[in-house]
């Protein structure tokens, strides 16, 4: 997450750093790793089976450029207010609604809109809602309502995939806060600058992040921070990036190829 910063376009924009971790259209479960050095984006993998997310009707893949902003945590040992539900220990998810298809680990200036709140399997998991600040869109587009004049139907699709998801796997339909309402652009910023606090006491060491990888380059008020040499060492030791080996044309229908390490986002630090 960058400091606030004003929009060229506007004078009264905040714009913030998002990563992104699934582009448009993707069914690859992709993800911030915070519990591996430097957190790299990598696959999800349960049961020793990589993790795709299935379409829901009639979409394919994830509906948004999906990601998180660096820089935030939202604090499993921490019961939100609004929610009733501690948070998820990831970054905050952020759903990026512009017209272009991103890249796997793209980093994007994004002005926030709003959010909702997810409560998935009882965690609190908001999902903010942004657009790239070079969108054709963006400079009439600066809270949620303004969603619903010039996206008419993002905000209820983006609730009903947010709903079911989970479904095809076995899983119940998740819940949400608020009756599924989406909250404007000043209550996403305080629910940003929060956990942004959070991510500050985490990487301070005065929160207790259990197997987070807490090491960074930039923090360097962080007792985790570290110089170039330790971090090139880290680099230099994982294992390298590999392709999945080819599948059925059925398989791709469902399951585009995608697997283990796409670089590093050290969520901890960027800026």
């Known amino acids: 997450m960058i400091p606030a910063k004003r929009s060229k376009n506007n004078g ?15 069914n690859a479960k992709m993800e911030i790793a915070t519990k591996e050095p430097l957190n790299p984006i990598k696959q999800d993998v349960k049961k020793g089976k990589l993790r795709y997310i299935a379409n829901i009707f009639p979409h394919k893949g994830y509906i948004w ?9 939202e604090d499993p040992r921490h019961t939100d207010g609004n929610t009733g539900c501690c948070g998820d220990n990831d970054p905050i998810d952020v759903c990026e609604i512009g017209a272009q298809v991103r890249t796997l680990g793209e980093v994007v200036k994004v002005k926030v809109l709003g959010i909702i709140g997810l409560i998935d399997e009882g965690e609190t998991d908001w999902k903010v809602i942004a657009i790239s600040v070079d969108d054709p869109q963006a400079e009439k587009i600066h809270d949620i ?15 009903n995939w947010c709903k079911l998801y989970k479904v095809p796997d076995g899983k119940p339909e998740n819940k949400f806060a608020f009756n599924g309402t989406f909250k404007n652009k000043a209550f996403a910023l305080e ?3 929060s956990t942004h606090e959070c991510w500050k006491a985490l990487v301070h060491k005065k929160s207790d992040g259990g197997a987070i990888k807490c090491t960074n380059l930039l923090v360097d008020t962080s007792p985790y921070c570290c110089n170039e040499e330790d971090i090139q060492a880290i680099v230099q030791s994982a294992p390298p990036f590999v392709e999945e080996p080819s599948v059925s044309k059925e398989d791709i229908q469902l399951k585009p190829p995608m697997i283990g390490i796409k670089g590093t986002v050290d969520f901890l630090s960027c800026k």
Request: aromatic share 20%; glycine share 4%; hydrophobic share 45%.
């Open 12 to 26: 009264n924009e905040v714009v913030f750093n998002m990563i992104v971790e699934v582009p448009r259209w993707t």
């Open 145 to 159: 309502d303004d969603v619903r004049k010039f996206f008419p139907g993002y905000l209820e699709a983006s609730v």
């Open 191 to 193: 629910i940003i600058k």
């Open 65 to 73: 450029n999906y990601g998180a902003f660096p820089q935030t945590w």
